[in-house]
């Protein structure tokens, strides 16, 4: 989210889950109750996620909390698209090189997901399905090892400064993503493009 493939805004989002849980969840709370619920779990709710803990359990019962985050995912899945011109930069420069994707992203919403071709993309590690996530030095230990490469052959780009920073200490070369154009120019001061 944020390089690859466009996001919503947090505001959305929570506009977005209350209507979910009232239109198809069903949940039978005032409108105000399941605000402040939404406003307590979306901030943590993709981070919790991407550790593998479902957030929502702390608020209903076990059986509609897995149906909140089974049945979400469908709903939330038109706010991910992929950026085409990216994905046209990666498919580019996988002819040349090993391009592979470390995301923060949920076990859930990634299964659901079609936009990582595994030709272009190898390897492709998504912290839900690894139970870490960055800025976890762990995770990017689990890519070197996938990727089957050193820290230091390895360019990572992502668009948090956390994670380009622990990138960097774990011994990568790394890019704070602004946007494509910028994105290129950096690609062109290390000769890759």
């Known amino acids: 989210g944020g390089v690859l493939m466009s996001i919503a805004n947090p505001d959305d989002v929570k506009e977005g889950v209350v209507d979910f849980l009232i239109n198809e969840i069903g949940i039978e709370e005032s409108k105000e109750r399941i605000t402040e619920i939404v406003n307590n779990c979306v901030p943590g709710w993709f981070s919790e996620e991407d550790t593998g803990i479902n957030i929502w359990s702390k608020y209903f019962p076990s059986e509609v909390a897995v149906k909140i985050v089974d049945r979400y995912k469908y709903f939330h899945a038109n706010r991910y698209q992929p950026v085409e011109s990216m994905i046209d930069l990666c ?36 912290s839900g399905l690894v139970n870490v996530k960055k800025p976890n030095p762990e995770i990017y230990k689990i890519y070197c090892n996938a990727a089957k490469c050193l820290p230091e052959n390895i360019l990572f780009v992502d668009d948090k400064e956390e994670n380009v920073a622990a990138a960097r200490k774990f011994g990568m070369t790394a890019i704070l993503f602004f946007d494509q154009k910028q994105f290129e120019e950096e690609l062109r001061k290390l000769n890759i493009i």
């Open 91 to 126: 498919r580019k420069l996988s002819q040349k090189y090993q391009v592979g994707i470390l995301s923060n992203f949920s076990k859930e919403f990634v299964l659901e997901k079609n936009y990582f071709n595994r030709e272009m993309f190898n390897p492709v590690i998504f």
